[in-house]
């Protein structure tokens, strides 16, 4: 088995509920979709990075960790586009008592319920349609899979959390419709945490439309938070 990786490397993780925590991030290559505050553009292409098979992969990742890194990130890209190599080398890296970690557009539910005996923490990001993901026509299929990849890692009992991305030109109503939507299928207790993360250096949202949007998730999850991507405060990458 193949795997195509763009790069690996030692950081501080920035995002989500885990910021500030060292992670060993092994980013994979491709991705066929088009966000338009997509950070890891030159990690896109399917041909990216290097292909490497998954012994060599396992070695790379031998090589790369430091030593107490709290848990390693399969992150790209897009990890579920090679899903089969990516569960294998989550696999190796549970071997070694490392918690792993899923960073995906959860595009494809059965792809991610192959990944997810091997995943011990989910973020669970849901897209909204000004992210230009995908187009309006297929938008409402992949909110569909983001859903059933939530509903399969809480029950699996997961260290899940959620996270959406938010830009000046979110809007309320469908904003409210996705939380609702998503707390119609997951109920608070379940979720072990809800980030609204607004975008860095392109169509940033305001600080009134950012505390607006906290209104929405707050009557459903009281502990939602706001954090911006911390590590490019940092200049890490
Ligand atoms: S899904 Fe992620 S990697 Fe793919 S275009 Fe969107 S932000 Fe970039």
Redesign the pocket.
Known sequence: MKIRLFEIFTSVEGEGILYGTKTLFVRLAG?P???F?????E??PLDSGKEYNLQEACQLIDSNLKKQTYKVNFT???PLIQHEAVAELAKYVQGKKIPTYLES?C?DSDRFNHVLPFIDIVKIEF?TKD?K?VDSKHYEKLIENVMNCLKSSVSERKTTYIKIVVSSKTELSEFTNLVSSIFNSVSKHQIDGFIIQPTYGIAEPSLDLLLDLYDIVFPFYPDVKVVPQLHKFIGAP
């Open positions: 991705c979709f088009t966000c505050y997509c950070d890891t553009k990690s896109l790209g890209g897009d557009s595009f897209k992210s993901f």
